[in-house]
């Protein structure tokens, strides 16, 4: 008798295990109370002012899906948890605000359209599903790892190996070229919309300081594959197209003299994204079309007299006599003289961060960078350039 009393003082004190939330408990009344918790949402809340959801990690989007992060670094994409696949997805929640939802289901007609034709090859983000919550149109995407920008900005700014560069150019190039075949132009191509498929990376010794002995670290992904993202500003070829397109950073030559765009803008963009990849920094770090322009030939040499010519009544001003460029008399300020003075040429700019392969880079990169659009390398053309033939590494 005593040891029965003993062994029910033990069970009453036994401390209840810890249930995860997404762990059904087993009795039949905690497994109906656990039901109801998934399927409550969260109290109506109103968006903040800039008209995006307002809401509090850990608590359900839907019940369906249960929010564990923010990822991105821009917009509301939550990490979410889908209970029904029981697997970790990404929710791009867009703005409750007309044009952001008209522009969202543009979207998701191209997502749904590039998809439709992908043959495993495309490597752009998969889209799952996407339905209209609280007036917020949500985009459910398979979940990647972290950005090319966000892993360079973790990294401390320092370049990736050439051979690694090498493997996200290709993969780039093809998603492009893909895209391209489909009569799509992406837009908006920077380190920031290219994406790690995983988050698995590995620690390396990087480099010593001079002043002590401390070793610096630096990260590898394990993985080098990758996929595209963010198709909010992507346009058809026979669309009527905005005068302005891409950040700035990556924004093509002809884009900004109003000369008109189409396919080749992307290839300009992924030759300023390989160099940044290549060194750790974006080439042309601007805010302003005069100096934008001063830097690029300071880089690539004068711009074209037939482009110059050419040019919109809007970027007229940038010139003098109508050929050549008003620099740096219409500089803005002396920092912005010296900022374009620090450049150097291409050839010397890839010289200076990679040893193996460097004529080849350069010379990809050189018709990837050409002024004149169609004069540019396509996503094909430099898909077949030797710098992607391994056995070529002079």
Not at 32 to 47: E, F, G, W, Y
Not at 347 to 359: A, E, G, L, M
Request: net charge positive.
């Amino acid at each position: 008798m005593g040891i029965e009393v003993e062994e029910m003082e033990k069970a009453r004190t036994r401390k209840r295990p810890r249930l995860g939330w997404d762990v059904a408990p087993a009795g039949p009344e905690a497994q109906r109370a656990l039901v109801t918790a998934r399927r409550s949402s969260p109290p109506k809340r109103d968006d903040d002012h800039e008209g995006h959801y307002v809401f509090n990690l850990g608590e359900n989007l839907t019940p369906r899906s249960k929010i564990a992060s923010v990822v991105g670094t821009f917009g509301r994409v939550l990490e979410c948890w889908d209970r029904q696949t029981r697997q970790y997805v990404a929710i791009k929640v867009v703005r409750s605000i007309r044009k952001y939802r008209d522009a969202a289901m543009i979207e998701i007609d191209i997502l749904q359209h590039l998809a439709k034709n992908d043959q495993g090859t495309s490597r752009c983000v998969q889209i799952r599903n996407w339905f209209d919550y609280r007036n917020h149109i949500c985009i459910v995407f398979e979940k990647l790892g972290p950005s090319l920008f966000d892993f360079l900005k973790r990294n401390k700014y320092h370049p990736f190996p050439v051979d690694l560069v090498r493997e996200f150019g290709r993969q780039l190039l093809e998603s492009v070229a893909y895209m391209h075949d489909l009569h799509l132009i992406h837009t908006d191509l920077k380190p920031e919309n290219i994406l790690l498929a995983s988050s698995e990376y590995v620690k390396l010794p990087g480099y010593k300081r001079s002043s002590s002995d401390e070793t610096h670290f630096r990260c590898l992904p394990k993985s080098s594959a990758i996929k595209l993202i963010d198709f909010g500003s992507t346009a058809y070829d026979n669309q009527n197209h905005s005068s302005i397109v891409s950040t700035r950073h990556y924004r093509a030559p002809e884009v900004i003299l109003g000369l008109g765009w189409s396919y080749p803008c992307d290839l300009w963009s992924i030759g300023c994204i390989l160099i940044e990849l290549c060194t750790g920094a974006a080439l042309f770090q601007t805010h302003e079309n005069l100096e934008h322009l001063a830097m690029m030939e300071r880089v690539l040499g004068p711009l074209p007299e037939h482009m110059i010519r050419r040019a919109n009544r809007g970027a007229e001003k940038y010139f003098r006599r109508g050929s050549r460029l008003n620099w740096p008399e219409g500089a803005v300020s002396r920092e912005s003289i010296r900022a374009v003075k620090k450049l150097d040429r291409l050839k010397n700019i890839v010289s200076q961060h990679v040893d193996s392969s460097r004529n080849s880079l350069s010379d990809l990169l050189e018709g990837l960078l050409k002024y004149d659009p169609s004069e540019r390398l396509t996503a094909r053309q430099a898909l077949n350039h030797p710098f992607f033939k391994n056995e070529l590494r002079n």
